[in-house]
């Protein structure tokens, strides 16, 4: 039994972006963590996702799309502040794309929905793996027009954005993992 495997899986949570401090991964590190997505199930071998990395002065762009964003959906200067500010909390920031095959004659959409989830996460736990915290954040902003041009190519979807750092060290201690509704629900053994 691999119990440091099993233990990696059964601690990584999210640490959200002002939790997090650089320095974020290295190229090496992103390689590994990519290698991890690419083992995911992936039926006829589509890599139906992309990893986008945001880093160095590339925030500072992408903090301008998040303000032009923030105008658009109608936020007032605050607002429109907060969102450029979010840009820049982490010292990395990864968009998470997918590209679905539609017409593919073997492996239907959902499939290659289920290989995005699982891309996205053997890539936050291969992140946990190496001593880094990360959150996935979307909402809104993931369906704005400008940042999907910004981010994707024809066909592609934009999922939203993989807040990656080193965990901040903290005076309190971890909060429990917060039980989550109808967990009891998701163990069930079939009979007919």
Known sequence: ????GLKLLLTRSSVGPKHLMAPGPDEDQLRLMVEAALHAPDHA???PFRFKVVRGEARQA??????????????DEAGVAMDEERAL?????VAVVARIDMGHPQVPAHEQW????GALTNFLNAAHGLGFGGKMLS???ARDPGLVAAFCEPGETLLGWIALGTPRPSDKPAKPPRQKEGAADALQFWAR
């Open 89 to 93: 909390l982490p010292p990395m920031t």
């Open 114 to 117: 289920a290989c995005v989830g």
């Open 45 to 47: 071998a589509l890599v």
């Open 62 to 75: 992408m903090s301008v799309l998040f303000g032009e964003s923030a105008r658009r959906a109608g936020k």
């Open 139 to 141: 909402g809104a902003k």
């Open 1 to 4: 039994m691999n119990d440091e």
